[in-house]
Nanobody, 126 residues
C-alpha cells in the first residue's frame, strides 16, 4: 500500500508556472506507475500526465502537451509535475495517483489507479 501527499498548488497569473510535487510512502515506489489527474469546476476528471515505473516513458494529455512535464525520483519517492504557461482552463484540483505495475509503461486511464492523494488546488487568473 502507498500513501500520497500532493503539494505545490496555489494561485498564479496566466502565463505563469507552478511545480506540483507528490510524496509517496512505502519502500516499493519504483514498482508504481504514477499519474497526475485534474478536475475543474463543473468538469469531468481529466488525465494530465503519466510516467512509467522507471521514469523512462511518459505520456501527456493533449491539452497540456508542450507545457507540462512529469518526472520522478525513485530514490526520493517523489513525482513532480512542472507546469508552464498556465492558462485559466488549467484551474482545477490536481491529484496524484499510483498504480502498481509489472510492466514499465505510463498509464493514462484513471480507473487503473488504486491509490490517490487528497488533491491540491491550482487556480490560474486571467
Amino acid at each position: 500500500q502507498v500513501q500520497l501527499v500532493e503539494s505545490g498548488g496555489g494561485l498564479v497569473q496566466a502565463g505563469g508556472s507552478l511545480t506540483l510535487s507528490c510524496a509517496a510512502s512505502g519502500r516499493t515506489f519504483s514498482s508504481y506507475a504514477m499519474g497526475w489527474f485534474r478536475q475543474g469546476p463543473g468538469k469531468e476528471r481529466e488525465s494530465v500526465a503519466a510516467i512509467s515505473r522507471s521514469g523512462s516513458s511518459t505520456h501527456y494529455g493533449d491539452s497540456v502537451k508542450g507545457r507540462f512535464t512529469i518526472s520522478r525520483d525513485n530514490a526520493k519517492n517523489t513525482v513532480t509535475l512542472q507546469m508552464n504557461n498556465l492558462q485559466p482552463g488549467d484551474t482545477a484540483v490536481y491529484y496524484c495517483a499510483a498504480d502498481q505495475q509489472s510492466v514499465d509503461i505510463p498509464i493514462m486511464t484513471p480507473w487503473r489507479y488504486d491509490y490517490w492523494g487528497q488533491g491540491t488546488q491550482v487556480t490560474v487568473s486571467s
